[in-house]
């Protein structure tokens, strides 16, 4: 077994470790108590009933004794199981979620939300049954076979030594079963994953697929699939059969090997009938545990690969926390500059922002205005330190960001985005995310602003369910919860992408009046894609390759700057290679 | 606490709502019922023939003890005796030949269901998939796709699982119990009579463990699921979470779910605790019973030593089969579960019923001559049309403009058919278009929506999906009609390039533009564009709006928009409000006199400057 990972699970087995000894007492109690009945047996068919001695009470009242002791000794043991082994389980999901939400951004959008969840499901309930089983039955089997074992060869060293290498084949078997099983099974898997993404994609573009009338060939496609899939698991299912019937045949071969020369040693005087008995029974008690030997060894397997990849995330060091000493930022005049800022996602790469200098002075409005993919929405994310700069630095109030805690930090900057997220929660518990304190005045205050007021017409007003889980709502609706979100904790620092781009222009026009007076006091960063959106800035700046090209008011740069006019005025043609479409999104 | 918590952040939903009355459950059962029957009909011989192996096992598996008693009665003294190696000779023969038939059976068994198995679960997931298809978008609008996802992966597999290993076990545990007591009762009445005492206790046993790991199914399975959406939804929005420091509130909450998991979890554990060693000690308890009225019969001579060691071996092999059936019913739980699910599923009609044969025009080649007369539609009871009259000639662009909620979208939708009118009909070339059969129907008329869906394929894989078939050259050209060309070229790989999880590795514009290639590809007589311009940039927009003069070049085309960019192009403009036209002519003549056309036109036009 390789047990390089298993042991790093250690820290989270030690407070129940008490419970550990009791079950592992228990479960060794219970199989001097099994595996003493049959001894019990032989000394009453040897006694009372062959030569017809007494004691034949006391030795049942033994047997009863033992029979209800091994059932006490099983319920103990599983009764601790429960809380120790769910205990580990529990605490290391939690310790797997906090470590999770301390990791950045770009950590999230490297992983496949579907790999950490099988970590926080499978892998756990792996790692589970391990500690309440796997480990337990390791330690009670070994003991087990050991005892028995010994028990045999001290009841017949021959016939003992007949069991001990009927144990060989059937650990072999088990071996090669589980190595075969493990990749049959591996692949099953990938190809049920390959038919759920084909099942996915019918579920959301169900619509497409209607609109072309393109049944016949999904339907083909999924069949096909499905097809292979079977056929994988049919291979499965034959490594099964073998295996089985291979665990069921060795021990038939054993006990008659045992029967007939237990039937010589007997006619030869050198063994009783009871010991024979014994024997038997003794014999049949070792198949288990020899056969659940290879699963145990599985267990191990299983979960050592589980701990690994749980213990892949517990590794990865938060690039993004607090600094020593950092400073909890309490008031904030909302004066933010961007000092020759740079930024690439991987050491080397290519580089989304290089040299970017922007000072917004408290209370004003800056646009930021760029193509696609030219670093708008990376710009944003560096002033909430859901990123950092790889170059230069960014200061609020004259503090580099990376100096103040990350509370006071996003406490005052406060962020909508294009995409907005919404949970699966009450709109509430939705709009009170940064500002668990909001009263319901301020709730109502924000979803005004917002023109979000639809929220208390919602089936159950604010306490609505919304998200995947609930009440589904439109892109223009969950834009605007998403903002009345944002402008709920009256930041001094609002960074809002593209707010509106769902919002038919009617409503655009409304909350733009709404958010222009807010906005009066609030330094703000808005990425706009739009005239009516820029309308909202004081200022704007053209993001070009990663730079800021230039500064100015709208009419400014429509009137100097090609390139703005390009992105932003609508009766422009379009020049002859537009940014736009060189650089696919990363 | 943890349950207040649990459902005070959540807020609430329609269907938590849901209360399931004693006649629904009865009608739930039935349908189960149902489509179990038909998924097991056609396998009916081979579950014969499993049963048939199934028998010659037991059999064979319940030979050992027999032989082991043969040895000690008859093999044993005739060897002791009589030196006769016979006897004992044959009964390791015996046993020689129970464990080959034992093993050569266990292997045809689990072949057999495995292959039953196998079989019903394709089955049932071509059925569930195909079903999926045909239902109606009404259906798909309150069905969300993680439902239809959970349908067809873990309720399948719920299904699966019971039959792979469920009816191997029920059906083996069944038997070696009826078995072993009938071997019981034949070898010794009395005896068996010691162990069938104890037979009430481990029944009161079973039921109550039954009832209470129902309980505990149930809230395992409710609690996990609030675990997982928790996880997910906080995670795949870890940037909300961070930027609003949400961080200990969710920790707080997860906290809480995970708790109730595991409570959960720990409470079905410990229901296993107290039957799996309930049971166990029952038996002891009888072995002991046994082994003292059996030691007094051997002693009187009513048995032989060898019938009381077969019994006690017997006696094992009548308890491991109780514990085996508890495990059988959680499986047994998860898929009646699944199949009532399903069931259901299966049992849902389409809203939009195809034509039977009879009936169905089938409409060759079409003009795209498009016609509403006299259409109210209304989604329950919720009216959303009135009295449409609207005749669009072949090849004739219409824009259809209004303010959300208008109606405008609902048009679109009854012109492809995605619902039926309540009342009058919708008309292609003058042919109702229920009596068109659906792929008929979509060979002529093609609805491009604002999502414009990719699958996570290749390119040229999803331009293809507009018509499948066609040839590499053709899927070049209906990207060069539409101005995507350049850019898929430019893009690692070309067309073979993948689009990347649903079309995530292109832009909002790029992903409209090969759908634009794809309708291109399908080549419609008519064309229904739903704000397939609506989520994109400026630059995006002239590039798609350029694309849009060749895409709708000599079809009918029908265009939906908020901008009015695209609006500009069209040959007629129809303003709908609140479910009605109010409005029909060419956009100069609107714009000429006093409408709501030109109204929307110059608020448009000022969020411009």
Not at chain 2, 133 to 138: D, E, M, P, T
Request: proline share 4%; with cysteine; hydrophobic share 50%.
């Amino acid at each position: 077994m390789r047990g390089g990972g298993i042991w790093r699970v250690r820290p989270y087995v030690r407070p129940y470790r008490t419970q550990m000894l009791v079950m592992l007492a228990s479960a060794a109690g219970a199989l001097v108590a099994v595996s003493t009945v049959p001894l019990v047996t032989e000394a009453v068919i040897n006694g009372p009933i062959v030569h017809h001695r007494g004691g034949l009470v006391p030795l049942a009242a033994l047997a009863l004794a033992l029979g209800v002791g091994e059932g006490i000794l099983l319920f103990v043991r599983r009764w601790i199981l429960g809380r120790a082994a769910t205990g580990v389980e529990a605490d290391i999901r939690n310790d797997l979620y906090a470590k999770l939400q301390t990791l950045p951004v770009s950590f999230h959008e490297r992983w496949q939300s579907g790999q950490l969840l099988s970590r926080a499901t499978t892998d756990l309930t792996l790692i589970r049954i391990f500690v309440g089983y796997g480990l337990i039955y390791l330690v009670v089997n070994t003991m087990t076979f050991v005892y028995v074992v010994a028990l045999l060869l001290h009841l017949d060293v021959r016939l003992g030594l007949v069991t001990v290498a009927a144990a060989v084949p059937i650990m072999i078997t088990g071996a090669r079963f589980r190595r075969d099983y493990h990749s049959a099974s591996r692949r099953v898997q990938d190809q049920q994953g390959d038919l759920t993404t084909i099942i996915e994609e019918a579920a959301l573009g169900i619509r497409v697929i209607k609109a072309f009338g393109r049944h016949a060939v999904e339907g083909a496609r999924f069949a096909s699939m499905a097809r292979t899939l079977q056929s994988s698991s049919m291979v499965a299912v034959r490594l099964r059969a073998r295996f089985f019937a291979t665990l069921g045949l060795v021990p038939n071969l054993a006990l008659a090997a045992i029967v007939l020369g237990g039937g010589w040693a007997v006619s030869d005087h050198v063994m009783t009938l009871g010991g024979l008995v014994a024997f038997v029974t003794l014999f049949l008690m070792l198949v288990w545990p020899v056969e659940s030997l290879g699963e145990i060894m599985a267990i191990a397997q299983e979960a050592s690969a589980a701990i690994e990849r749980i213990w892949e995330v517990f590794d990865t060091p938060p690039d993004i926390a607090d600094r020593p000493g950092a400073v909890d930022l309490d008031r904030c005049e909302g004066r933010l500059r961007f000092e020759n800022v740079g930024f690439s996602y991987s050491e080397g790469g290519r580089r989304v922002l290089a040299g970017v200098d922007l000072e917004v002075a408290p209370g004003e409005t800056v646009a930021i205005v760029g193509a696609t993919a030219s670093g708008k929405t990376t710009l944003l994310s560096l002033v909430s330190r859901l990123a950092d700069v790889t170059d230069g630095r960014i200061a609020i109030d004259g503090h580099d960001i990376r100096d103040m805690t990350l509370a006071s930090l996003r406490r005052h900057v406060a962020v909508a985005f294009e995409d907005p997220t919404l949970f699966s929660a009450s709109v509430r518990e939705n709009l009170t995310f940064g500002a668990p304190d909001a009263t319901d005045a301020e709730i109502d205050a924000a979803l005004d602003a917002a023109q979000a007021r639809f929220a208390h017409h919602l089936p159950w007003g604010l306490d609505t369910r919304v998200g995947e889980q609930g009440l589904s709502l439109s892109g223009g609706q969950r834009q605007r919860l998403a903002l009345a979100r944002a402008i709920l904790g009256r930041p001094r620092i609002l960074v809002l992408d593209d707010p509106l781009s769902a919002v038919d222009v009617h409503t655009e026009a409304k909350v733009e009046a709404a958010l222009a007076r807010l906005l009066e006091r609030t330094t703000a960063l808005v990425v706009a894609h739009r005239p009516s959106t820029v309308a909202l800035a004081d200022r704007v700046a053209f993001l070009d390759g990663g730079r800021i090209v230039a500064t100015g008011s709208h009419h400014e740069l429509l009137s100097t700057v090609p390139g703005y006019r390009a992105v932003l005025a609508q009766d422009v043609e379009a020049p002859a290679g537009p940014p736009a479409w060189e650089a696919t999104a990363v | 606490m943890s349950v207040d918590l649990a459902t005070r952040w959540r807020g609430v939903a329609a269907e938590d709502a849901e209360v399931i009355t004693a006649p629904v459950n009865a009608m739930l059962r039935g349908r189960s019922r149902r489509l179990l029957s038909s998924l097991m009909r056609p396998h009916v011989r081979a579950l014969l023939g499993a049963t048939a192996l199934i028998v010659g096992f037991d059999i064979a598996s319940m030979a050992g003890p027999l032989m082991v008693q043969q040895a000690i009665d008859r093999g044993i003294p005739a060897l002791t005796r009589h030196h006769d190696y016979w006897p004992l000779g044959l009964t390791v023969l015996g046993l020689v030949l129970a464990g080959a038939v034992q093993a050569s059976t266990d292997y045809g068994f689990t072949y057999v269901t495995g292959r039953v198995g196998q079989d019903v679960l394709l089955d049932l997931r071509q059925r569930v998939f195909d079903h999926f298809q045909y239902l109606s978008i009404a259906f798909h609008e309150r069905y969300t796709s993680g439902r239809v996802t959970s349908r067809l992966t873990s309720d399948v597999e719920a299904i699966s699982d019971l039959l792979m290993d469920g009816l191997q076990v029920l059906a083996w545990a069944a038997l070696t119990i009826l078995t072993v007591a009938g071997i019981l009762v034949w070898s010794d009445p009395v005896l068996a009579g010691v162990v069938f005492v104890a037979a009430p206790f481990v029944a009161v046993l079973a039921r109550w463990f039954r009832r209470e790991s129902v309980k505990a199914y149930r809230a395992t399975r409710e609690t996990i699921a609030l675990v997982i959406v928790h996880f997910v939804e906080s995670l795949g929005g870890i940037r909300a979470v961070q930027a609003f420091r949400r961080e200990p509130r969710n920790q707080e909450i997860f906290a809480a779910l995970n708790d109730a998991y595991r409570g959960a979890t720990q409470r079905s554990i410990r229901l296993v605790a107290v039957f799996g060693p309930g049971v166990k000690a029952m038996g002891n308890a009888t072995l002991a019973g046994v082994l003292l009225v059996g030691a007094i019969r051997v002693e009187h001579g009513r048995i032989t030593v060898g019938v009381l060691a077969a019994f006690i071996l017997y006696l094992r092999r009548f308890l491991d089969p109780i514990l085996d059936l508890s495990q059988f019913y959680t499986l047994f739980q998860a898929a009646a579960a699944a199949l009532e699910k399903l069931s259901g599923v299966l049992e849902e009609e389409p809203t939009v019923p195809e034509p039977t044969p009879g009936s169905a025009t089938l409409l060759t080649s079409a003009q795209g001559r498009l016609d509403f007369d006299d259409v109210t539609f209304g989604y329950r009871d919720h009216p959303v049309l009135h009295h449409i009259d609207l005749h669009i000639p072949a090849g004739q662009t219409v824009a259809l403009v209004g303010e959300t909620g208008a109606g405008k979208t609902t048009l679109a939708r009854l012109m492809s058919r995605f619902y039926d009118p309540t009342s009058g009909s919708v008309r292609l070339d003058g042919t109702d278009l229920r009596s068109i059969p659906r792929d008929v129907l979509r060979r002529h008329v093609v609805m491009v929506t604002q999502e414009s869906f990719l699958f996570s394929r290749s390119v040229a894989d999803n331009i293809r999906f507009g018509r499948p078939g066609a040839t590499d050259e053709e899927v070049r050209r209906a990207a060069t009609a539409v101005g995507a060309h350049q850019f898929i070229l430019s893009m690692p790989g070309g067309y073979a390039a993948s689009v990347g999880k649903r079309g995530s590795r292109l832009s909002a514009g790029q992903r409209q533009l090969i759908s634009f290639a794809r309708a291109f590809l399908a080549d419609p007589e008519v064309l229904i564009l739903d704000e397939a311009t609506a989520s994109l940039d400026i630059p995006s927009e002239r590039l798609v709006q350029r694309a849009l003069l060749t895409l709708l070049r000599d079809r009918t085309a029908v265009i939906i928009a908020h901008r009015l960019t695209t609006v500009e192009i069209a040959d007629r403009v129809i303003v709908v409000s609140d479910g009605r036209v109010v409005e029909d002519g060419p956009p100069p003549e609107l714009l000429s006199r006093p409408s709501r056309y030109r109204q929307l036109h110059q608020a448009w036009a000022d969020s411009l400057v």
